[in-house]
């Protein structure tokens, strides 16, 4: 089937093979994919809203044996820098979130051997009791993977107990490319694609919110990120078929390359990374291919605020979050970096620019409050709440001050 045919197919909603979908991807015109993947959001989803969650990232450990060569967050078990929060440490960013009106907090961190699941489990039981009202959306496939392994259990035993304790979803972190020659060469010691896909089948079994990401810019070909793709749209039709819990979201991104990490130093450097209309291009194809996902964010945090606007005419009609606090992609030189977190009503600015209303949502897309109204810096400001923290321990001697992190 030709590229015109293709686009009529996609642009009557009509599910594409994946050779028609890498035909599509490949030779259709990338503005006239936009315009299509534009169309379909404004079907699938309340047409003059863009959704946006008020979260923040808490990164409770940098420790990591992993050693992807992407990543410039991990540090070396008994490297000087390396740290790991405390109750109170959370606890105090977990209120400062409330402050803002905040729903969700999502944690993860780093491949760290000398944490067992009791440390996971009692860090969650704290966060639920303390905080019953916060969506404890935490860690990553790798990060169960890593666990199990500790722990001598299966992904299942792991995910079912860290339930149990209190996690409410599995984020969708360390997919990458789902391809695992991409992932041999980048990232030789993390989640091969089947563990990956199976954590999050668990995840989604048991309930979980669950969201699905790609990370293009690896030297990753067209038919292995057609691949990828398919592989989540694969899931998504068996979960939703099974217990209807499938992916909640997807969200991609470009690879953040410096001098800080490995693939940024290295001499094959020129062939790494995408520019930003590789990314709206990519958006574009992503809603069309992945038909059964209902939502689609975009990434300021790595491409920037003009990049996210421009992807809200591109599939997407979610802006993301707050990202009150962000400690990864920031030390790859990303956006963060020079504005590492966005305030509600400069996140609104952003909606509103782009044309839309903005509307506070919560993990499952669930509407907490629609703006139909202008709102002023002050109505959108935190406020004053009392702390929930006393009594609770002060951080060890050897854990690294809030200031630093």
Known sequence: MNPTDLLQKAADGIRLTPAEGLELYQHADPNRLMEIAHDLRLRKTEPGVVTYLVDRNINYTNACTTDCQFCSFYRVPGHPEVYVQSKRQIGERVEELLAWGGTRILMQGGHNPDLRIEWYEDMLRFLKSTYPEIELDCFSPSEIENIAGLEGLSMEQVLARLNRAGLDGLPGGGAEILDDAVRARIAPKKTKTAAWLH????????????????????????????????????????????????????IMWTAQLSHTNSLGRSRHRANYGADYDEYLHTNAFARIYLDNFTNFQASWPTQGLDTARRALFAGANDFGSTMLEENVVSQASAFTEQEPRMSVHRLHEQIRQAGFTPAQRDSRYNTVR????????????????????????????????????
């Open 199 to 250: 954590a999050m089948r668990i995840a989604q079994r048991l309930g979980m919110v669950t969201s699905a990401t790609m990370v293009i810019g690896f030297d990753e070909t067209w038919e292995q990120r057609v691949a990828s793709l398919t592989r989540l749209r694969e899931l998504q039709d068996e979960s939703l078929a099974a217990h209807g819990n499938g992916f909640t979201a997807f």
């Open 370 to 405: 629609r703006f139909d109204r202008v709102m002023t810096a002050a109505e959108l400001a935190p406020v004053s709440i009392p702390t929930r923290l006393n009594g609770v321990e002060e951080p060890a001697a050897n854990f690294l001050p809030m200031a630093s992190l």
